[in-house]
């Protein structure tokens, strides 16, 4: 099973930049998709990008298109989410999760794995 544990998280000032890391552990030979999520507090969980396993391609939500980067190091079983422009509206806990079967994206139900999150706080 994949384990997976996020790092990068932190403290910037708004319109700063900051990447977050996920480092996946064990088989991810069944990994179809990675994402990244958060959730701010007392907010629900919102998808913001994810990246399949076979292709590469790269899917972004809206409120994070131009702003927000995956990408990934299959050498090394990492995900990156790079964040630029930061907004205090991005201060929320980030969550990198791994998917297992095809489905949407942005959707957390379609995720079986999760690591334990990493805080983010951007301040104005």
């Known amino acids: 099973q994949v384990q997976l544990v996020e790092s990068g998280g932190g403290s910037v000032q708004a319109g700063g930049s900051l990447r977050l890391s996920c480092a996946a552990s064990?088989?991810?030979?069944?990994?179809?998709?990675m994402g990244w999520f958060r959730q701010p507090p007392g907010k629900e969980r919102e998808g913001l990008a994810c990246?399949?396993?076979?292709?590469?391609?790269?899917y972004y939500a809206d409120s994070v298109t131009g702003r927000f980067s995956i990408s990934r190091d299959t050498a090394k079983s990492m995900v990156y989410l790079q964040r630029n422009s930061q907004k205090p509206e991005d201060t929320a806990m980030y969550y990198c999760a791994e998917a297992q079967r095809s489905g949407h994206c942005f959707d957390a139900d379609n995720y079986n794995k999760w690591g334990q999150g990493t805080q983010v706080t951007v301040s104005s």
């Open positions: 990246i399949k396993s076979s292709s590469g391609s790269t």
């Open positions: 064990g088989s991810t030979a069944n990994t179809n998709r």
